[in-house]
């Protein structure tokens, strides 16, 4: 069964197409680098696989139901472009909230885990508001995996991180990735990107312009997709 | 069980950001006094006419804070991105309104016991006579204001006039809920019990509640992803 299948799917803004038919399947323990220029419609496609927005037609499948089922959603970490953490709360508040929320066993066991992992465990009693922004941009991280999902979806998360906030992301990529998880992740970095990724989409105004396993020449030659694909 | 258990969990949530940051609560409890104490310095009404008045000064009052403290409901979560990570989680949508509803619910209701005092002391009013039925038309009204606010605040969520239009989409449909409430908080506080011929007006106010509470929950889904 596919981690996540796209179904034809189209999203209108009024009469404005963001997608246009796009089809493709990921299987378990791919990582997908979902490509494309500002404005290509990653974000939404993301947005459409997390259930935060419904498709004007086609569908999204995750595990082979509906991607709005209960089941699929606490099977999901989603970091998107907001940190996603209440500022009035502690760390610690944050992450036993969200644990709650996902019918985690131990949510004190999993913050603290999680606190520690990402460097933030003398801080986990100190109001978010007074974090800094690594700070913040690292308990994000911890937000979206305190779950430990199968399916995460990254909606360009090296953006604006400092280099220790980039340090922690990369670590849980890695070790999801060698957990065999799915991985979808929007990105310009494609450097960074093509080397976590085993396939590649390559989104251009909406339609999908290319989608395949990740070759050696991407790697050496970020650019040669957007060449060969992209728009000119 | 689970569905309980997350309703109290976001309700929690909700409850302890407010009362951290108060920003809600503040304001609503400084306007609600202000308008009482405004509206006793303007006019200088004898016992009679603020026994006539005191229903419908007391429910304008509470519609007005309200608005304030709904506005804020689902507003709050739109700061880093808050709503889209509860939404994309297992909580189902009816429990988020659940528990963002009974938070609003005990916030407003916890002005409404504040500005009682404040009323009783400024209209010399003797609000306790029957203080419980006074407190069963106050839970039974305000819980339909909450409930319509709640759902017009996830509704407005990503306007950008939003403050405007909850007043301007709530009030309407909040008549049928206030015409009973003031009529039945005007005859309580006028020292009279709730006699037969008020329970339509207690009748209608508890059809009103379930009735929206039932259509809250079961469209609230619909209204969260766009």
């Known amino acids: ?232 | 069980m689970r569905f309980l258990r997350q309703t109290f969990v976001i309700c929690q949530k909700d409850l302890r950001a407010e009362l951290r940051s108060k920003e809600a609560l503040n304001a609503s409890l400084a306007f609600s006094v202000v308008i009482l104490l405004l509206f006793s310095f303007a006019f200088d009404p004898t016992a009679e006419q603020t026994r006539e008045i005191s229903g419908g000064l007391l429910w304008l009052v509470f519609a007005f804070a309200g608005a304030l403290i709904l506005n804020r409901s689902f507003a709050r979560e739109l700061a880093n991105d808050c709503l889209d990570a509860l939404v994309a989680s297992p909580v189902p949508g009816s429990a988020l309104f659940l528990g963002k509803a009974i938070a609003n619910f005990v916030l407003l209701l916890a002005i409404e016991f504040i500005c009682l005092p404040v009323f009783g002391v400024f209209y010399n009013v003797r609000w306790t006579t029957h203080l419980g039925a006074l407190t069963l038309i106050l839970v039974l009204g305000t819980w339909g204001l909450t409930v319509i606010g709640t759902m017009f605040s996830a509704l407005t969520v990503n306007l950008r006039l939003r403050e405007l239009m909850l007043p301007v989409l709530c009030y309407p449909i909040m008549i049928p809920c206030l015409l009973p409430a003031i009529q039945l908080s005007t005859v309580v506080i006028a020292g009279q019990p709730l006699g037969p011929d008020m329970m339509e007006g207690l009748r209608l106010l508890v059809g009103f509640d379930v009735i929206f509470t039932v259509l809250a929950l079961a469209l609230v889904e619909t209204v969260l992803i766009g």
Not at chain 1, 35 to 51: D, E, F, Y
Not at chain 1, 72 to 94: F, K, M, P, T, W
Not at chain 1, 144 to 171: C, G, K, Y
Not at chain 1, 219 to 224: G, L, N, S, T
């Open chain 1, 1 to 232: 069964m596919s981690a996540v299948t796209v179904d034809h799917v189209w999203k209108f803004y009024g009469d404005f197409p963001a997608l246009r038919d796009i089809a493709f399947q990921v299987e378990p323990g791919q990582v997908l680098a979902l490509l494309g220029r500002n404005g290509a419609g990653k974000t939404t496609l993301l947005r459409i696989m997390a259930g935060l927005s419904r498709a004007t037609r086609g569908k999204v499948r995750l595990f082979g139901s509906d991607c709005r089922d209960s089941a699929n959603r606490a099977r999901i970490g989603v970091l998107g472009h907001g940190i996603a953490v209440y500022d009035e709360l502690s760390a610690n508040e944050n992450l036993q909230l969200f644990g709650r929320l996902y019918g985690l066993p131990d949510p004190a066991g999993a913050a603290r885990q999680w606190l520690e992992r990402t460097g933030l465990d003398r801080a986990g009693e100190a109001r978010v508001r007074e974090f800094s922004r690594g700070m913040r941009q690292r308990l994000a991280v911890a937000r979206a995996f305190l779950h430990n999902p199968s399916l995460l979806l990254l909606d360009e998360p090296f953006t604006a991180l400092d280099d220790r906030a980039i340090a922690v992301l990369q670590e849980v990529i890695r070790r999801a990735k060698r957990e065999q998880r799915t991985l979808i992740m929007s990105t310009h970095q494609l450097r960074e990107a093509l080397e976590l990724a085993t396939h590649v989409a390559l989104i251009n105004r909406g339609r999908l312009a290319f989608y395949g396993e990740r070759t050696e020449e991407m790697v050496q030659d970020p650019a040669w997709l957007y060449r060969h694909y992209g728009e000119a």
